[in-house]
């Protein structure tokens, strides 16, 4: 398995720029498309089963990757997050007996659009060797 390169030059802000090797970059990206592949598979629990890919792929790499780990990380952190908004708006929707229901759908929509190009954009960063950090994200694992 290759290793990762970390190169210690500075890129004009004082932060050191990070050279992934191509596994490395592969896991990352995996982290993002298996959250994203375990969400649209089982519909209602789409943020818990995004959340498991991602748990399951920062386990196997966090002790082999940092740039690997950071992005399931962060795809852990989106994917509960998503999960947990959803989850509030449908607590909206019961306890206003159904009326809550002309705010949630259309959020749901929003959060549902968000949440796949969120993931895309991610999973082709990863890839790219780039950091990237999803936006609307509690950050519950650091």
Known sequence: METSTYESGSNGTGVQTLSPSLTDRQWAAAAHGA??????????????????????????VRDRSAFAAEHAREALNFNLSMFIYAALLTVLVIFTL??????????????????????LIAAFKAYDGQVYRYPVTIRLFK
Do not use: E, F, K, Q
């Open 98 to 119: 159904g009326i809550g229901i002309i705010v949630a759908l259309p959020m749901w929509g929003i959060l549902a659009l968000v949440w796949i190009v969120c993931t």
């Open 35 to 60: 959250a994203l592949l375990a969400a649209l598979l089982t519909s209602w629990i789409a943020g818990v089963a995004g959340a498991v890919a991602a748990l399951v792929v920062w386990m196997l």
